[in-house]
């Protein structure tokens, strides 16, 4: 499913998942889960991390599946019934800014792609909601993806550059989420903050945002006129034929453990 119109749907996010997996299984391994641990996956989307948390915190844990929007949770909330572990997850409509969660309920919690999503200025306010849930010595991860390091194989640099940029910094939020997550993390009451990178290698243009919505979007803004439109979609569209479409981005998984109190 390609991303033409930039609006991001459940089938969208469980496609990506297939693709990202690394990232997710790296995301879930910092989160150091054991049997009966409470866990939440702040802007959840449709539940293609819920389910797997869930299978790790066992019959004995809870999964707290937090979304923004309520399409997203009731695709979630289909997901745990059919892969039958709805018991063990809680699915919470409400914002990141203000986690309908008590102070220190949970072992750990992670939050993925949610900041790109997010205004930069609220960044700091979703870190802290997250330390704030967590219990002392549990574990907060954020995953997510430096659109900064964005990168596409086309002939004319000059114009690839200009439309990373733009996508980087008009088309995402936050698109530099993923360069500034350590040092939003070490802002707050966490020790040990690890930074780790998983490349994201796209070999297929309706794999990444960068087809008819980037070049769309970019006309509307005057980034690029009509005929560099057309050479950027005509070229990737024949390197995609021949099997040599190419594009990277690096994606950062930031992790840290809430500081014990004295
Ligand atoms: C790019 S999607 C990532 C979803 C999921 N984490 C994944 O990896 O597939 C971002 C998600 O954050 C949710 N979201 C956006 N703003 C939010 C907020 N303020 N609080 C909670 N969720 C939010 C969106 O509804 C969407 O499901």
């Known amino acids: 499913m390609a991303l033409d119109d930039g ?20 995301s879930y391994a910092r989160m150091n889960i054991a049997p009966g641990h409470r866990v939440l996956d702040a802007g959840c989307g449709p539940g ?5 948390l869930a299978r790790r915190v066992g019959a004995d844990g809870k999964v707290y599946a937090l979304d923004s929007d309520p399409a997203m949770l009731d695709a979630a909330q289909q997901q745990a019934r059919s892969d039958g572990v709805a018991e063990r997850i809680d699915h919470l409509h409400g914002s990141a800014l203000a986690i309908p969660l008590a102070d220190a309920t949970v072992d750990s919690c992670r939050a993925e792609r949610l900041l790109q999503v997010l205004p930069p200025e609220m960044e700091r306010s979703v870190v802290a909601e997250l330390v704030r849930v967590t219990k002392p010595g549990g574990r907060i991860v954020i995953a997510d993806t430096d659109w900064g390091s964005a990168s596409v194989d086309f002939s004319d640099s000059a114009l690839e550059r200009r439309l990373m940029t733009f996508f980087a910094t008009q088309m995402r939020p936050s698109g530099f989420a993923g360069r500034r997550a350590a ?3 070490r802002a707050h009451a966490v020790d040990g903050v690890s930074v780790e990178l998983v490349p994201l290698l796209q070999q297929r243009l309706a794999d990444t945002p960068f087809g008819t919505w ?11 006129n009509q005929a560099e439109a057309a050479a950027w979609l005509d ?28």
């Open 214 to 224: 980037l070049t769309d979007t970019a006309l509307r803004e005057r980034i690029i």
């Open 48 to 52: 293609v991390d819920t389910v797997p």
């Open 183 to 185: 040092a939003l993390l």
């Open 235 to 262: 070229e990737l569209g024949v390197r995609e034929r021949e099997g040599n479409f190419f594009a990277t981005a690096t994606m950062v998984v930031v992790a840290a453990g809430r500081t014990q109190r004295a």
């Open 7 to 26: 609006i991001v749907t459940a089938e969208y996010l469980r496609q990506a998942a297939e693709r990202i997996r690394a990232l997710k299984e790296l």
